[in-house]
């Protein structure tokens, strides 16, 4: 089966897409496909790790005069029927028999253009606002009612995979979760990470408080992404913080968080890494679309939602650890709620998925 992945990274969109599609392509080559990328030259992108990664690497050139469209349409970098007509002609001659499309500026006007040249369309999503024409359609978040989110907006006979469940987590964290080590629930470790770029510096916010907080003995792992533009800064800000070990670019994200006994971070896909290592959380939304994310975990009792970054000070932060510190009893539920909601093996299921489509010929 051959596969190609439309989604970006940008300083403006952050990694998180291209993560998620990273996770799905190791699975899909796992189980014998060919899998390649169509990727916009965006700036702070991060083509290098596709790359490295192996994969085949279609790169969309940069538009010299940048897209002035507001909201999600921005984040193409240009009009989204000159991006079809990008794919397009790239698709015209690899002939995929799936290509996925995880990308908030595009929707089903671009992909019935893609019809003409691939066998399956697979959209991956998460705001229910705009219409796909897909034959696969995943929204790994959760929400009380993710069918009804979509009643109008798929095709009939679309095969829809909804919520934590379907969550695209590398295998080591399902490793990670069944090697894990019971522990007390005494905080003495904690997990920092805001995405790979964390372009409003919530890293040092929450460093800040962390200091503040002045706990004896206390371990503090933070970890950022190599496209993290403050990196410098927060490299000078972490040895006067006893016990604080900064990690930049990693590949053991599992087994750092595994040991953490609490973490803050954004409402985005590690949220579901977080729950499938039974890590409670406190969240910082630094995205429009990690708000609805961030408060449905807050409602199910797996994190506590502190709110948009510009509204949560480093006061509220510590207000926040010192609750889930002084509160065993709430760290204990916690946890045991979020390893309920997501158990690691979405990727497996997805990719079954996916591979039961395909092989059936059954488009929407």
Request: charged share 25%; net charge negative; aromatic share 6%.
């Amino acid at each position: 089966m051959k596969v190609i992945i439309r989604t970006d990274s940008s300083e403006l969109i952050g990694t998180g897409h291209l993560t998620r599609c990273l996770t799905l392509a190791e699975k899909l080559r796992a189980d014998g496909a060919e899998v390649s990328f169509i990727c916009r030259d965006l700036p702070g992108n991060m083509k290098t790790l596709v790359s490295k990664k192996g994969y085949k690497l279609h790169l969309l050139p940069q538009e010299k005069n940048s897209l002035s469209a507001g909201g999600y349409a921005s984040w193409l970098g240009v009009r989204w029927y000159a991006d079809a007509d990008d794919t397009a002609q790239i698709l015209a001659t690899e002939n995929p028999d799936l290509l996925v499309v995880d990308h908030y500026a595009l929707d089903a006007r671009w992909e019935e253009r893609m019809r003409p040249y691939a066998g399956h369309i697979m959209v991956i999503d998460d705001l229910a606002n705009r219409h796909h024409d897909c034959d696969i359609f995943l929204d790994q978040n959760y929400h009380d009612n993710p069918a009804g989110r979509y009643e109008m907006l798929l095709p009939d006979g679309c095969a829809a995979l909804y919520g934590p469940q379907y969550a695209l987590l590398r295998q080591e964290f399902a490793v990670a979760r069944k090697n894990m080590v019971s522990n007390n629930d005494n905080v003495q470790r904690i997990f920092v990470f805001f995405g790979g770029i964390d372009p409003n510096n919530e890293t040092m916010k929450a460093l800040g408080a962390i200091g503040n907080l002045q706990i004896k003995d206390m371990v503090i792992d933070i970890v950022i992404g190599s496209a993290n533009r403050n990196k410098d800064k927060i490299g000078e800000m972490v040895p006067s913080i006893a016990g604080a070990t900064l990690h930049c670019q990693i590949d053991n994200m599992a087994e750092l968080m595994a040991k953490a006994d609490i973490a803050i971070g954004a409402g985005g896909t590690t949220t579901w890494e977080r729950c499938c290592l039974g890590l409670p959380s406190v969240i910082i939304a630094v995205a429009e679309n990690q708000i609805p994310i961030a408060e449905s975990c807050h409602t199910a009792g797996v994190g506590i939602y502190l709110g948009r970054a510009e509204e949560v000070s480093s006061e509220r932060i510590g207000e926040a650890f010192r609750s889930l510190i002084e509160q065993p009893s709430l760290l204990s539920e916690m946890k045991r709620k979020a390893r309920e909601m997501c158990d690691g093996l979405g990727t497996d299921r997805v990719s079954r998925a996916i591979y039961k489509t395909v092989k059936a010929g059954v488009t929407a």
